[in-house]
């Protein structure tokens, strides 16, 4: 990767490890974009992107899809999709993205109620607390519409979902008449971990959400995915929200590159994590939890006979050119891409080492 500007000077060796969308798009994904067909996507349809929309409607066998500009669009659509009626209410887990990291959208813009439980620590949602926040019918409350959950869940450490529960939530939604919706922003590392077609994963799941500028590494984007009906009233409301693009092709011609040279290696990625996660362990002042240690995620535990703090850390690591994010106090991340090399792995374990062995030098 390119160099980067630090406190001490001008480091030419960057290895990015604060998210899988920090990306560059690949000079086959330039050329796909210069010679994309395209077309009026609002007037009409856009070839380049009909193309995308219905490969991965097929990859999640649904009957259509629909791109939207971002993972938190494509969650705000489907939501609202499916809580179209005031007063309705989505379970949704208390560590999820739409919780956290996407404004309260659902409320803000759509007038929908979440109710809050608690993801396990794998990323699933106590099937029995599940069956309790659904709402009974009774004047006093708002009514239960939808279950969202996350595969794989990003604030637990990439933790994959596998069939067998989403299959059991599936059914618990249908008995009471509900809709499940899948945040599957990175659906692509679960399958690939678990072994499992995406299709199979998300079966029992009403619409799902696939970012295409995470792991795929595609530069923008992602695709939602349902019925027919569901991806009409969609098209809809990404109109409304300001998501009706034109010449749209020229953005879904790199996620085609990405879906059919990169989904394929995300594994790299995986044994790249491992790595990382194995070597860290050596190291005095920190801990990670191999276990937990699932797709393309590392967090890092900062022990209480650590010299430095996770922002401290990640500071002194930036000097050396290692690029990571500090979630809290105590916890540090690292997401790997297909942009990452083994021997980057290699180079940001001996710079951990460095940092944690000589704190007071690093932090001048």
Do not use: W
Request: charged content about 20%.
């Amino acid at each position: 990767m390119a160099g980067h500007e630090t406190a001490n000077g001008y480091v030419k060796r960057i290895v990015d490890l604060r998210s899988d969308t920090v990306t560059k798009p690949t000079p086959e994904m330039r050329q796909a974009m210069a010679n994309a067909l395209v077309d009026d996507d609002v007037l009409g349809v856009d070839p380049t992107v009909d193309q995308l929309q219905k490969e991965m409607a097929q990859i999640c066998g649904k009957d259509a899809g629909l791109f939207v500009a971002s993972g938190t669009m494509g969650n705000l659509i489907s939501v609202l999709v499916h809580c179209e009626v005031r007063g309705s209410e989505v379970i949704i887990g208390s560590e999820s993205h739409i919780h956290h990291y996407e404004q309260g959208g659902i409320s803000t813009l759509g007038h929908v109620y979440s109710n809050i439980v608690p993801n396990e620590s794998d990323g699933t949602l106590d099937l029995r607390k599940v069956e309790d926040a659904i709402r009974p019918d009774d004047v006093h409350y708002p009514t239960t519409r939808l279950i969202c959950i996350e595969n794989t869940h990003g604030s637990l450490g990439g933790r994959c979902i596998g069939s067998e529960y989403t299959d059991k939530l599936g059914g618990l939604a249908r008995r009471y008449g509900l809709k499940l919706h899948i945040d599957g922003a990175r659906i692509f590392n679960a399958a690939t971990a678990l072994n499992v077609p995406i299709q199979r994963l998300v079966e029992a799941a009403d619409s799902v959400s696939v970012c295409l500028s995470k792991g795929l590494g595609a530069p923008v984007g992602s695709v939602i995915v349902g019925s027919f009906e569901f991806i009409a009233k969609a098209r809809r409301l990404r109109k409304a929200l300001g998501g009706g693009m034109r010449q749209l092709g020229v953005l879904a011609a790199p996620a085609l590159v990405s879906i059919h040279d990169i989904a394929g290696k995300l594994h790299i990625d995986h044994q790249n994590a491992h790595r990382l996660a194995e070597g860290l362990t050596r190291i005095k002042g920190i801990h990670v939890d191999l276990a937990s240690v699932e797709t393309n995620m590392v967090f890092v535990e900062v022990t209480e006979d650590s010299p430095l703090s996770a922002n401290e850390i990640c500071k002194s690591l930036k000097n050396y050119g290692i690029l990571t994010m500090a979630l809290t106090k105590n916890k540090v991340r690292a997401v790997f891409h297909h942009q990452i090399s083994e021997d980057d792995v290699q180079h940001a374990i001996r710079c951990f080492q460095v940092v944690l062995e000589n704190p007071t030098e690093c932090t001048m």
